[in-house]
């Protein structure tokens, strides 16, 4: 057996370790799956488990629908089972903990791959949907800060956090308790891969709220003396980003805020307001009071301001009839 093919499965058996402890069947679920994959790269690529990219994750959904004949919902359960994967070996893996090899790897294949792209499931995102991707009010953000499930006070956090900052949800998760400036009301935000953060400011209707999160209510969370980060849960030393998306959704559901947007060829129904919802909110909100674009870019961390033109000046109502109005010439 070669170094990589004993290091995959060193990889793979303390994953399923890790989640045995949750739910053994689900862990020997994903683990079949986890070893499919590692098996396909092996037989179809030059790839191996730590440089694989999203273009293998893909090609590897479509192999098991177009060649092995697996069920749309079987794709979806090992889309899941490779973002957990290397979820955990980002967290563990780096310096070889709880198992995991220390092995370096490039990027995770699942962060830009979905399924869904895939045979026609479903249309590629909320965005081919007129509306789909439309932002909240700022009184629908109000209302789905107040419709929060328990704890209220964590959740509450969470949520405002990404209104005010505009933070990806896999960004939120990894902020560190030192990453927080609560003088200056600043965050250092980290990216699953990035090794330079970018820094976002959050407002003074903050400041209690998190005081009453980071020197209260944190402190009874279990693993909260042991966890560096600003959220820890009771099995974790950080929270998942699937628990982000369940606190929002939750909540819009609770404030009569939830919508479907459309149906997908398997059944799913995909809903309107998730956690990347309130990013797009932040987003439009900043440049309906004026701010400037160019600004947003780099607080939402676009490398490219065609990126930022594009999915967030379509909902703004500074367009160029209104710019021009108050800003043109008048001789």
Do not use: C
């Not at 609560?182 to 935000?189: E, L, N, P, Y």
Request: glycine share 6%.
């Amino acid at each position: 057996m070669s170094e990589t093919t004993t290091k995959a499965e060193r990889a793979i058996s303390a994953h399923h370790s890790y989640k045995a402890k949750q739910s053994d069947n689900t862990a020997r679920e994903y683990r079949r799956h986890i070893r499919r994959f590692r098996d396909y790269l092996a037989e179809q690529t030059d790839a191996t488990l730590w440089d694989a990219h999203s273009g293998h994750a893909e090609d590897f959904y479509e192999f098991m629908l177009q060649d092995q004949g697996y069920a749309p919902s079987s794709v979806r359960v090992a889309h899941a089972a490779l973002g957990d994967f290397y979820d955990q070996f980002d967290r563990f893996g780096e310096e070889g903990r709880r198992g995991f090899p220390q092995v370096s790897v490039a990027q995770d294949p699942t962060e830009y791959a979905t399924p869904e792209r895939i045979d026609g499931m479903h249309k590629s995102s909320k965005k081919d949907v007129e509306g789909g991707d439309r932002p909240l009010t700022s009184e629908e953000v109000q209302e789905l800060v107040d419709s929060v499930p328990a704890p209220t006070v964590r959740n509450q956090l969470m949520v405002r956090l990404l209104y005010q900052t505009g933070m990806r949800r896999s960004e939120l998760v990894r902020v560190k308790l030192d990453h927080i400036d609560r003088d200056a009301r600043r965050v250092a935000v980290y990216g699953k891969k990035t090794e330079d953060p970018r820094t976002v400011w959050y407002q003074p209707s903050l400041d209690s709220l998190l005081s009453m999160w980071i020197e209260g209510d944190r402190d009874a969370v279990f693993n909260a003396a042991e966890s560096p980060y600003l959220f820890p849960t009771r099995r974790q030393e950080r929270m998942d980003e699937q628990t982000v998306t369940d606190v929002v959704t939750e909540a819009a559901e609770n404030a009569g805020l939830q919508e479907v947007v459309y149906e997908n060829r398997a059944g799913q129904e995909i809903r309107r307001v998730g956690a990347h919802t309130l990013r797009k909110s932040f987003g439009v909100h900043f440049i309906n009071d004026g701010g400037d674009i160019s600004f947003l870019a780099d607080l939402l961390g676009h490398d490219d301001i065609e990126t930022t033109k594009e999915n967030y000046l379509k909902y703004s109502t500074k367009d160029l009839e209104n710019s021009v109005r108050r800003h043109g010439p008048s001789i």
